[in-house]
């Protein structure tokens, strides 16, 4: 049985059901990536440039074995091959095709993949990134509480013209996050049965269609009373995008370092880059949400006032 989806713009079929992905219902030769269940070599890639422990790339191929789940064989930004473990738990395995896999695709494809979520704010979105643990995920929850719409979370895709590509309708959280924001554990799914980590269903506030990115905020934690925002001006903003990247181990095992400065300095020229810095003591999130409010409000002003001088003056 075959399988059809939408992710980042993409249309999928897939051997192996994928329940997070929006479904999608298109002709066979209309597929852009086909996602397959067939033996895979367990030396890895005939040649490749880069041997890592349990992950080979070389040129428009990755090859990934993970222990007790499985060797993913992904090529050519089109073809995702997979073969699972004996008695490996498929939940497991459809984690690392939505993420290690899916994102060696888009790299593959030459796309900018960010490092976390992208939350529609008026007719723009902005993206939260840093490392793992920050509040990423949380930020957007908490985004997705007041009502607004999600866009990405995790991976944020970003296409040549600057625009977030819609991703899974889900925020995953860590259990103190969803106590957090108050919402009742039993009602989620755990992503895997081994991880006190949850998926949050978003279908009725997930964003279906490209949106423009406004500004990036790089989520820090620091021992402090209050929240500090410092836009990053001129180039300086491609340091932060370069490190906030996805998988960033790909880019140059897979010869994609040009492309990859390229989609950076892009986004540097028509996107905001916001370093915050948050108090590492508990975690203010309505206050977070607010400063952030706050901070597009000002930038949304004052380029309201700049075209309006520019008007005046023509």
């Given at each position: 049985?075959?399988?059809?989806?939408?992710?980042?713009?993409?249309?999928?079929?897939?051997?192996?059901?994928?329940?997070?992905?929006?479904?999608?219902?298109?002709?066979a030769s209309?597929?852009?990536?086909?996602?397959?269940?067939?033996?895979i070599?367990?030396?890895?890639?005939p040649?490749?440039?880069?041997?890592?422990?349990?992950?080979?790339?070389?040129?428009?191929?990755?090859?990934?074995?993970?222990d007790?789940?499985?060797?993913?064989?992904?090529?050519?930004?089109?073809?995702?091959?997979i073969?699972?473990?004996?008695?490996?738990?498929?939940?497991?395995?459809?984690?690392?095709?939505?993420?290690?896999c899916?994102?060696?695709?888009?790299?593959?494809?030459?796309?900018?993949?960010?490092?976390?979520?992208a939350?529609?704010?008026?007719?723009?979105?902005?993206?939260?990134?840093?490392p793992?643990?920050?509040?990423?995920?949380?930020?957007?929850?908490?985004?997705?509480?007041?009502?607004?719409?999600?866009?990405?979370?995790?991976?944020?895709?970003?296409?040549?013209?600057?625009?977030?590509?819609?991703?899974?309708?889900?925020?995953?959280?860590?259990?103190?996050?969803?106590?957090?924001?108050?919402?009742d554990?039993?009602?989620?799914?755990?992503?895997?049965?081994?991880?006190?980590?949850?998926?949050?269903?978003?279908?009725?506030?997930?964003?279906?269609?490209?949106?423009?990115?406004?500004?990036?905020?790089?989520?820090?934690?620091?021992?402090?009373?209050?929240?500090?925002?410092?836009?990053?001006?001129?180039m300086?903003?491609?340091?932060?995008?370069?490190?906030?990247?996805?998988?960033?181990?790909?880019?140059?095992?897979?010869?994609?370092?040009?492309?990859?400065?390229?989609?950076?300095i892009?986004?540097?020229?028509g996107?905001?880059?916001?370093?915050v810095?948050?108090?590492?003591?508990?975690?203010?999130?309505?206050a977070?949400?607010?400063?952030?409010?706050?901070?597009?409000?000002?930038?949304?002003?004052?380029?309201?006032?700049?075209?309006?001088?520019?008007?005046?003056?023509?």
């Open positions: 049985m075959k399988f059809c989806y939408q992710v980042f713009g993409l249309r999928l079929e897939s051997e192996v059901a994928l329940p997070r992905l929006a479904p999608g219902s298109v002709e209309q597929f852009d990536v086909s996602i397959r269940l067939a033996p070599a367990s030396q890895g890639l040649s490749p440039i880069t041997i890592y422990p349990r992950l080979q790339l070389a040129p428009n191929a990755a090859w990934l074995s993970v007790g789940v499985g060797r993913f064989l992904v090529m050519n930004g089109n073809l995702i091959l073969d699972p473990a004996n008695h490996a738990d498929m939940q497991t395995v459809c984690l690392y095709v939505l993420g290690s899916l994102g060696a695709i888009m790299h593959q494809r030459k796309r900018l993949i960010l490092h976390g979520n939350i529609k704010v008026g007719k723009e979105a902005i993206i939260f990134v840093g793992s643990g920050v509040g990423k995920s949380t930020a957007a929850a908490g985004f997705y509480k007041r009502g607004y719409s999600i866009l990405a979370d995790d991976l944020s895709v970003i296409d040549n013209s600057n625009n977030v590509l819609p991703s899974y309708p889900q925020i995953k959280l860590w259990a103190d996050a969803i106590d957090r924001l108050s919402y554990r039993s009602r989620f799914e755990r992503i895997r049965s081994q991880v006190d980590k949850f998926e949050m269903p978003i279908k009725e506030q997930f964003h279906k269609e490209p949106v423009r990115v406004n500004t990036v905020y790089v989520l820090h934690k620091d021992a402090r009373s209050d929240f500090l925002f410092e836009e990053v001006t001129g300086r903003k491609v340091i932060p995008l370069r490190n906030e990247t996805y998988r960033k181990i790909y880019i140059r095992g897979m010869g994609l370092s040009t492309a990859h400065a390229e989609n950076c892009r986004l540097a020229q996107a905001r880059v916001v370093h810095v948050r108090p590492e003591s508990g975690f203010e999130l309505e977070l949400i607010d400063r952030t409010l706050e901070d597009l409000t000002k930038q949304l002003g004052a380029a309201h006032r700049g075209a309006t001088v520019a008007n005046s003056s023509t």
